[in-house]
């Protein structure tokens, strides 16, 4: 599976490149956002944050959990459904830069208002599960793309066009349940940091 893996990558690592490049903008793009908001927004980002750490969970509750795993499925499931289209490639270059942005702005205004507590809220709640979030998201997001692009070129038709929306719909299902495995494991490293730095 790894060797797989591995030669998928290599064979198509100009879209895996392009979909890294438009996620880092859109991480850069979220930072720079949070020096673009005014004082009154500001001050409501921080009001909203307060509020949800002092709501966040004591324990792992089932509906928090399933709520980050429905979270989690919404988005690859849309993907998935942009990949069924000839047009959809854009839209999945937006998401994967909305998710960028995202995680880029919610980084630099969490350590902006909470400084080294937030650093170590960020580290333990946010990037532990990014470390296999990240790669998931662009790897459903690639192989949708190239799905995408075999439908644009007209290159499979009949048997050959059903064995491919197969293996792109195998492929979907297992990247999906380990986003959702990493939508889970969210859910405990963010009660884990919000515990342990006691904010």
């Known amino acids: ?42 001050t409501q980002l921080i009001q909203f944050l307060d509020k949800l750490l002092t709501s966040q969970p004591t324990t792992l509750d089932s509906s928090f959990l399933m709520q980050l795993a429905r979270e989690q499925f919404i988005i690859m499931a849309g993907i998935w459904l942009l990949g069924l289209t000839v047009i959809g490639t854009p839209l999945i270059y937006l998401i994967i830069f909305i998710r960028g942005f995202v995680f880029g702005f919610t980084i630099s205004f969490i350590i902006g208002v909470k400084g080294l507590w937030g650093l170590g809220l960020i580290l333990i709640s946010v990037l532990l599960p990014a470390v296999a979030g990240i790669p998931l998201l662009l790897l459903g997001a690639g192989i949708a793309t190239i799905f995408s692009f075999l439908l644009l070129r007209g290159k499979t038709a009949g048997e050959s066009l059903r064995r491919e929306f197969f293996y792109y719909s195998l492929a979907t299902i297992l990247i999906s349940l380990g986003s959702i495995a990493v939508g889970l494991s969210q859910g405990y490293f963010s009660l884990l940091g919000v515990k342990f730095l006691n904010l």
């Open 1 to 42: 599976m790894r060797r797989l893996l591995k030669e998928h990558i290599l064979q198509y690592w100009v879209i895996y490149l392009t979909l890294t490049g438009v996620y880092l903008a859109g991480i850069v793009f979220g930072a720079i956002g949070v020096g673009a908001l005014s004082g009154t927004e500001s």
